[in-house]
């Protein structure tokens, strides 16, 4: 079947479909969806459109091939071409000659000297090195040149501050370089009068103080006089949003694993004392994972007195979490809208950061700041379960410089953004917070 056969069928086929859609219109009774109706029409006038423009293209092309004259061969003659020149026929040097009107004239007034053009045309291209033009740079492609979308520019992917913000936070006061923070260690006592006219009890107040040195956190980022200048977007902005991203970075990963040293805050995981819970396994499971979190709870409220109100962890230790299924197969961890009964835990929407579910009757937070490098073998990370608002965090406001003489030599731009802060985790040492670790927080598999 030859291809403009198939061409005719399939605008056959295309218009009668047309046609059944529009009749399904006309005869439609008040019950027919006329906006599925309507579409399905819409869809045929289309398909039908395409038919039938392909069809009169390649009719065209059929057409104007069969307009050329070709001269007979005689039997007894052997075809062969001479070729005398190899110029190409349709030049910049000829604008009098034209491809396309000596195809016109060719097929519609028999024109011989059209024709004749036409035939060494062919024959130039068939004797010629085939060149094909394409979007590489030098064949053409520096005429498709690429669209950079500078707007929707791709920023880079950092983490938040989510346990940072989670801390009672406060207005860094001025001209300070640590703040203090007086504690009560020892308190008074009471007791019961053994007898009349007796002595009561006596406990003299102990104290101590909670510091907190003021930090620097801060970075900068050179760039060249053109690229602030030229750029179609506020290059600046570009390099400061990126500078305050890495900034809260920093600073939350200061409260959670700061050592306190090389001018870090001394952090959760590395304070002075936290209650230690360790989960052990080979295997680890969230039925191993559950107990070891009742005990970092009830540490808390066995010492502080106080209920704790968070848990923080890494996205991987929650995905485990909601990988994690019973005998049955069934999911450990079921959503809120699901009106669970005696679930694992529970999760709210899905979350890279911040707010993900609750567990233990506690609100659990997705910090991916949370060291994954850790333990004997690096590759334990840790959960947290606190009283988080029993931490405070002071902040000065951030500091955004431009300066243009640093590295005016070179035409260079220095962009610097610092701030200034003071974290403590120890007002309650040992009482508000319980970190888990152990071989059961090893990378999970999934």
Request: proline letters at 5%; one cysteine or more; a negative charge.
């Amino acid at each position: 079947m030859s291809r403009i056969t198939e061409l005719r069928e399939a605008y056959n086929a295309a218009a009668q479909t047309l046609h059944s859609a529009a009749d399904a219109i006309e005869t439609a009774d008040e019950s027919a969806d006329l906006d599925a109706l309507q579409s399905e029409f819409d869809s045929a006038h289309d398909a039908a459109e395409r038919a039938r423009k392909e069809l009169e293209r390649m009719e065209a092309v059929v057409e104007a091939r069969e307009s050329m004259p070709v001269r007979p061969v005689e039997e007894t003659e052997s075809p062969r071409v001479e070729v005398v020149s190899n110029e190409a026929v349709y030049r910049k040097d000829r604008p009098e000659r034209s491809y396309f009107r000596d195809l016109y004239l060719a097929k519609t007034r028999g024109d011989s000297d059209a024709a004749e053009r036409l035939s060494q045309h062919s024959l130039h291209i068939a004797t010629s090195e085939a060149r094909d033009n394409n979007t590489t740079d030098g064949t053409g492609g520096e005429f498709v040149p690429p669209l950079w979308l500078v707007q929707d520019y791709v920023a880079k992917a950092r983490a938040g501050r989510v346990t940072a913000d989670l801390s009672s936070k406060f207005p860094l006061p001025a001209g300070t370089d640590s703040i203090s923070v007086p504690a009560i260690t020892t308190g008074t006592s009471v007791a019961a009068q053994a007898t009349q006219n007796n002595a009561v009890s006596e406990t003299d107040l102990v104290t101590a103080t909670v510091t907190a040195p003021v930090r620097t956190y801060g970075g900068i980022s050179d760039c060249s006089v053109q690229l602030v200048e030229q750029s179609p977007i506020a290059f600046d902005q570009v390099i400061f949003s990126d500078l305050a991203a890495a900034h809260a970075k920093a600073i939350d990963e200061g409260v959670i694993s700061g050592t306190g040293s090389s001018g870090t805050h001394e952090g959760i995981l590395n304070a002075d004392t936290v209650n230690s819970v360790t989960y052990t396994a080979t295997t680890p499971t969230a039925a191993g994972l559950f107990p070891k979190l009742a005990d970092a709870v009830q540490q808390i409220n066995s010492k502080r007195f106080a209920a704790p109100n968070a848990i923080v962890m890494h996205p991987r230790r929650w995905g485990f979490l909601l990988a994690s299924l019973d005998s049955s197969n069934r999911p450990l961890v079921v959503p809120n809208s699901s009106g669970p009964q005696n679930a694992t835990a529970t999760f709210a929407d899905v979350a890279a950061e911040a707010f993900a579910g609750t567990l233990m009757g506690l609100p659990v937070y997705l910090d991916a700041n949370i060291p994954t490098n850790l333990g004997s073998s690096t590759n334990e990370d840790r959960v947290i379960v606190g009283k988080f608002d029993d931490a405070f965090l002071y902040e000065g406001a951030p500091k955004a410089e431009v300066f243009r003489e640093t590295l005016s030599a070179e035409l260079t731009v220095r962009f610097r953004l610092y701030n200034f802060s003071a974290y403590t985790a120890e007002r309650y040492a040992g009482e508000n917070f319980s970190v888990i670790g152990g071989t059961g927080l090893v990378t999970p598999s999934f």
